[in-house]
């Protein structure tokens, strides 16, 4: 069983030996009976340090994103703090890639620095300024690719050399590219982050996030140990109900990751052809800075893209005159969505070197039918115009009085 379908849809799923389900129960229990005094039937005792359907789910990506072990929480950013807790000590530095969800700042800048971690942003695509960026103290890199909103693409088996130059753990946020695109332990990194609420859970329907880490001791103990750790003392687990719809979601990721990628790229291609569209963000655009790098680390070029029209009355004329693509934050459903990421998923960083432009929107490309959302983005552009001029004339009236 090695085929990346056939895990996804057999791996972790232990079948019910009672019942013959073919669907393994969902065990909506949070204790379990003991036989005697710490005599577990089958390994359980609580369901904070383990239940069988949360553990199904971390085989079932452990095995996709081929890790050691595999962690599941409530969601992405509980697994990133879990993470951070479980790596990190008072004083540590971090390399952080700049071009990354704003959530991840903010809980780095904003809430682990009271334990004296520090942070320096840097230029994804700049290994110069990973490696410039180091001090003595760097005990993590961390980096998305491709990243939210530029999508931007790092060369992981560069960051990872200079994690190891330094000494440090790498990170991979691998919530856009998920195991079916990209598997980032195999270029070098130590552990690998998802917000599971997005492609994997796939319905816009659960919040979720998970580590997975590979083989690697990290003071005296390995990376399982302590994220296994962290999770069950810090508590920040997922239940079972979301475990169960997360990796019902997973069984067919790689069948909407195709059709994802097969409409982002056709919408993509169309977009870069209007002149009412000053930029497209799409790494399978040729012209994409990144795009080599994303043929050769990645398997396609993934659902999201982001596009910056004539100005800021355009992209928010444009973001709110959709009926397909939705206005809404998330990503990574079936359904498409259309997002203002300046002011809803990045306001964090509004009056910071890492300020999303204004005229910039991001689009998570669904599975509908691509002519249907192709006549969407047409009567969102034409709208967008509209807004651009009406707020030209009212500048330019106001410019000459
Ligand atoms: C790339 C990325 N990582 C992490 C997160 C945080 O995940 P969650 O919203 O599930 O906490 C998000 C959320 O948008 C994200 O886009």
């Not at 019910?16 to 039937?41: E, K, M, W």
């Not at 909103?149 to 691998?174: C, F, Q, R, S, T």
């Not at 998802?194 to 816009?204: A, E, F, N, P, V």
Request: proline share 4%; net charge negative.
């Amino acid at each position: 069983m090695s085929g990346f379908n056939t895990l996804a849809v057999h791996a972790g799923q232990e079948k019910d030996p009672h019942t013959g389900a073919v669907i393994p129960p969902i065990y909506q229990t949070s204790t379990f009976i003991q036989d005697g005094i710490n005599v577990l039937r089958a390994g359980h005792e609580y369901s904070r340090g383990s239940n069988p359907t949360r553990n199904g789910f971390e085989a079932q990506l452990t095995a996709l994103e081929g890790g050691a072990a595999g962690f599941s929480f409530a969601s992405g950013i509980a697994a990133e703090d879990a993470l951070l807790r479980a790596l990190l000590a008072p004083g540590d530095h971090i390399v952080l890639g700049a071009d990354g969800y704003g959530g991840t700042n903010r809980l780095i800048t904003r809430l682990h620095y009271k334990w004296g971690i520090t942070a320096s942003a840097v230029d994804i695509t700049n290994l110069d300024a990973v490696r410039a960026a180091l001090r003595p103290n760097t005990a993590l890199l961390w980096v998305e690719t491709p990243s939210n909103p530029l999508l931007g693409i790092a060369d992981l088996a560069g960051w990872a050399a200079v994690a190891a130059e330094a000494g440090a753990l790498l990170v991979v946020d691998n919530t856009f590219a998920t195991p079916y695109l990209q598997r980032p332990l195999e270029f070098g990194a130590h552990a690998v982050v998802h917000s599971t609420t997005k492609y994997i859970g796939g319905h816009s329907d659960v919040l979720g996030g998970a580590v997975i880490v590979g083989e690697h001791l990290h003071c005296g103990q390995s990376l399982a140990e302590a994220v296994g750790y962290q999770q069950f003392a810090g508590g920040a687990v997922s239940g079972p109900q979301d475990n169960y719809l997360a990796s019902r979601g997973l069984k067919t990721l790689g069948l909407r990751m195709e059709r994802h990628c097969a409409t982002a790229s056709t919408l993509a291609g169309w977009l870069e052809d209007r002149p009412d569209v000053a930029r497209v963000y799409y790494p399978g655009l040729p012209g994409h800075p990144g795009h080599e790098l994303a043929a050769r680390q990645q398997r396609d070029f993934g659902g999201i893209l982001s596009l910056q029209l004539a100005d800021e009355a355009a992209a928010r004329a444009f973001a709110e005159s959709m009926e397909l693509f939705q206005l809404s934050v998330s990503l990574g459903g079936v359904e498409s969505l259309v997002c203002y990421p300046r002011e809803m998923t990045h306001a964090s960083l509004i009056g910071t070197p890492l300020e999303i432009p204004a005229n910039l929107v991001r689009l998570s490309v669904g599975i509908e039918e691509a002519d249907d959302l192709l006549g969407d983005l047409e009567r969102g552009l034409a709208v967008a115009a509209k807004a651009s001029e009406a707020g030209r004339i009212q500048y330019g009236s106001l410019a000459t009085a």
